[in-house]
Nanobody, 119 residues
Framework: QVQLVESGGGLVQPGGSLRLSCVAS????????MGWYRQAPGKQRELVAT???????NSADSVKGRFAISRDNAKNTVYLQMNSLKPEDTAVYYC?????????????WGQGTQVTVSS
């Protein structure tokens, strides 16, 4: 079983910054993709950014230039540095890990952390 524990959410003013962290534990394949998704009230969950074990990243156009994803493979931890936050970034942010093993694809989610951008 794999567990993901997020931290770092909170209330921030527009233009401010937050850093989210997510620690993965359990039986994790060394080659994987970790990422962040978010879900605002009344909206579908959407991709924010992902990063592979080898450091290849992908991010939504809406956060390019403002958010940066990184990871520490030794600690099975992924980070999301969020700068220049806007009210429309308000959402629950979920950590995700995906990998493929001999039995097929595996994906796991964290419990989510609330990010609220408001003055």
């Amino acid at each position: 079983q794999v567990q993901l524990v997020e931290s770092g959410g909170g209330l921030v003013q527009p233009g401010g910054s937050l850093r989210l962290s997510c620690v993965a534990s359990g039986s994790i394949l060394s080659s994987n993709v970790m990422g962040w998704y978010r879900q605002a009230p009344g909206k579908q969950r959407e991709l924010v950014a992902t990063i592979t074990t080898y450091g290849r990243t992908n991010s939504a156009d809406s956060v390019k230039g403002r958010f940066a994803i990184s990871r520490d493979n030794a600690k099975n931890t992924v980070y999301l540095q969020m700068n220049s936050l806007k009210p429309e970034d308000t959402a629950v942010y979920y950590c995700n890990i995906w990998y493929r093993d001999l039995l097929g694809e595996r994906t796991y989610w964290g419990q989510g952390t609330q990010v609220t951008v408001s003055s």
